[in-house]
């Protein structure tokens, strides 16, 4: 019997951003903020060897997302799946064993997962984030996005397990020691979304499947996760203790999938 969809993090937040995604045979790792030798040692933190690795995926070219990937696909010869734009960029290097170019919105397949590559409004080349699929159960890994589109609500409203950026508090994001310039940027359209926007987005979906609930991407100046985990839980009127917490230095340990009829 195939095994299920699951998921984990190797950390997040502006230090280094990457997420674990299994299913049968199949093991992709989305983003890699850190070095070769760090990311080393957070996959064996949660069982997973390097070499064990089907794809990278990449959602755009921000050092927190990209730092590691070009060391870590050339010494394992790994397939790195990006958008041509984030390519462009320059930023990933030249010398990349296996790049195949990936189109928002156009699905494509990587062993026993299927993925689903969606625009997000970011201030990147052609950023995309992430919903990953076995058949019977959807992931979605939402992060790095300033504003909610109908688009955007459109292609995550079904998923049963779903990471999502919950980055900071407008308040202490004012209040706090970023430049205006910074504040601006991270506040705006194409910046990343706060608390309550996070929240507002809960409140659009159908949740009725949700199993699981990751708050992701969380700023260290300029959020705390009591705020952060309150926000969400209000929005799905739920437990606080039911959302779990991505954290910069751990990660999150493995989540199973669960199906639904």
């Given at each position: 019997m195939k095994a299920g969809l699951r998921f984990a993090s190797l950390g997040s937040g502006s230090k280094g951003n990457?997420?674990?995604?299994?299913?049968?045979?199949?093991?992709?790792?989305?983003?890699?903020?850190?070095?070769?030798?760090?990311?080393?040692?957070?996959?064996?933190?949660?069982?997973?060897?390097?070499e064990t690795l089907t794809a990278v995926l990449v959602t755009h070219e921000h050092a927190d997302h990209i730092n590691g990937v070009g060391a870590l696909c050339r010494r394992y010869q790994l397939p790195l799946y990006t958008t041509p734009g984030t390519r462009l960029s320059g930023r990933l290097g030249n010398q990349l064993p296996d790049w195949r170019a990936?189109?928002?919105?156009?699905?494509?397949?990587?062993?026993?997962?299927?993925?689903?590559?969606?625009?997000?409004?970011?201030?990147a080349r052609e950023p995309v984030q992430f919903i990953l699929g076995d058949g019977a159960r959807r992931l979605g890994v939402l992060t790095d996005l300033g504003s909610i589109t109908p688009h955007i609500l459109r292609h995550y409203r079904r998923c049963q397990a779903l990471v999502l950026e919950a980055n900071h508090d407008p308040q202490m994001l004012a209040q706090g020691p970023y430049p205006p310039s910074l504040k601006r940027r991270v506040g705006g359209d194409y910046g990343h979304l706060s608390n309550q926007q996070a929240g507002d987005l809960l409140s659009q979906l159908e949740i009725n499947h949700l199993t699981h609930l990751v708050a992701s991407h969380l700023s260290e100046?300029?959020?705390?996760?009591?705020?952060?985990?309150?926000?969400?839980?209000?929005?799905?009127?739920?437990?606080?203790?039911?959302?779990?917490?991505?954290?910069?230095e751990a990660g999150f340990s493995w989540r199973e999938v669960s199906s639904w009829n």
């Amino acid at each position: 019997m195939k095994a299920g969809l699951r998921f984990a993090s190797l950390g997040s937040g502006s230090k280094g951003n990457a997420t674990l995604v299994e299913s049968g045979s199949t093991r992709v790792l989305i983003d890699c903020g850190f070095s070769l030798k760090e990311t080393k040692r957070r996959l064996e933190q949660q069982g997973v060897a390097p070499e064990t690795l089907t794809a990278v995926l990449v959602t755009h070219e921000h050092a927190d997302h990209i730092n590691g990937v070009g060391a870590l696909c050339r010494r394992y010869q790994l397939p790195l799946y990006t958008t041509p734009g984030t390519r462009l960029s320059g930023r990933l290097g030249n010398q990349l064993p296996d790049w195949r170019a990936i189109h928002p919105e156009h699905p494509f397949a990587v062993g026993d997962l299927e993925i689903w590559p969606v625009t997000v409004p970011h201030d990147a080349r052609e950023p995309v984030q992430f919903i990953l699929g076995d058949g019977a159960r959807r992931l979605g890994v939402l992060t790095d996005l300033g504003s909610i589109t109908p688009h955007i609500l459109r292609h995550y409203r079904r998923c049963q397990a779903l990471v999502l950026e919950a980055n900071h508090d407008p308040q202490m994001l004012a209040q706090g020691p970023y430049p205006p310039s910074l504040k601006r940027r991270v506040g705006g359209d194409y910046g990343h979304l706060s608390n309550q926007q996070a929240g507002d987005l809960l409140s659009q979906l159908e949740i009725n499947h949700l199993t699981h609930l990751v708050a992701s991407h969380l700023s260290e100046q300029n959020n705390c996760p009591q705020l952060a985990v309150e926000t969400l839980a209000a929005s799905l009127n739920a437990s606080s203790d039911w959302i779990c917490l991505a954290d910069q230095e751990a990660g999150f340990s493995w989540r199973e999938v669960s199906s639904w009829n």
